[in-house]
């Protein structure tokens, strides 16, 4: 595709239960980073791949979140037991590698609302 | 601790007029400062993205500035447009050994509301 895909565009779940949240990165890009954005605030740093590898993944706020991009290109976040406090945007971006000015190139982001 | 910080949080122009959008960082080492605006219910889309040694760049009537000593840079819209109302972020990035990007820092983002 011609940009960064991201599937839902809105989940809405109950309390306790498991949500993934996919993202298709644009064709060739080595590099992968995940954010999380709550309302009126600046997206907020959670992981980025470096090929399949997690190159940093100090941005999880705990170990309920957990992400994976098994074959270097798709990636998914994975949240188990969502918790109220997990509702936010969800942004995923992509860049041909991590090294130098490399631009990302953002999704549109999935609305994540836990009841 | 690394910070980005906006101001204003908020800002209401008339279409046409020109206007300022300001940032201050702790981030350090720094490797580059970027601008993104953001759409409602979109993701950021890159504006500008400046290196240390560079003190301004432009993209169309988007100007951006940035003083390195002072830690400061300054986004300018020139003839603002409807469209140009979003939020309007900037982003800095940590320098990880070797020249990579490493870890970006947004700031909270200013909300630009352009009024005919």
């Known amino acids: 595709g011609a940009g960064v895909s991201q599937t839902p565009s809105n989940k809405v779940t109950e309390k306790g239960k498991y949500v993934e949240l996919r993202c298709d990165p644009i064709s060739g890009h080595t590099a992968l980073y995940w954010y999380r954005q709550s309302l009126g605030q600046g997206p907020e740093f959670l992981i980025y791949?470096?090929?399949?590898?997690?190159?940093?993944d100090s941005g999880l706020p705990n170990d309920r979140f957990f992400a994976v991009r098994p074959e270097g290109s798709v990636s998914t976040l994975k949240i188990q037991r969502t918790e109220r406090g997990d509702s936010a945007v969800y942004l995923c971006?992509?860049?041909?590698?991590?090294?130098?000015?490399?631009?990302?190139?953002f999704g549109p982001g999935t609305r994540l609302t836990v009841l | 601790k690394n910070q980005v910080e906006q101001s204003p949080q908020s800002l209401i122009i008339l279409e046409g007029k020109n206007c300022t959008l300001q940032?201050?960082?702790?981030?350090?080492?720094?490797?580059?400062l970027r601008w993104y605006k953001q759409d409602t219910g979109r993701g950021p889309v890159s504006l500008t993205i400046m290196t240390f040694s560079e003190n301004t760049k432009s993209n169309g009537r988007y100007t951006a500035t940035l003083d390195a000593d002072t830690k400061q840079s300054s986004l300018h819209i020139t003839a603002s447009q409807l469209s140009d109302s979003a939020s309007y972020i900037c982003?800095?990035?940590?320098?990880f050994g070797g020249g990579s990007q490493g870890n970006l820092i947004f700031g909270k983002g200013t909300k630009l509301s352009v009024k005919p």
């Open positions: 982003v800095v990035s940590e320098e």
């Open positions: 791949f470096q090929g399949t590898g997690a190159a940093d």
């Open positions: 971006a992509s860049s041909f590698s991590l090294a130098g000015l490399n631009e990302q190139f």
């Open positions: 940032c201050n960082y702790t981030v350090s080492p720094f490797s580059n």
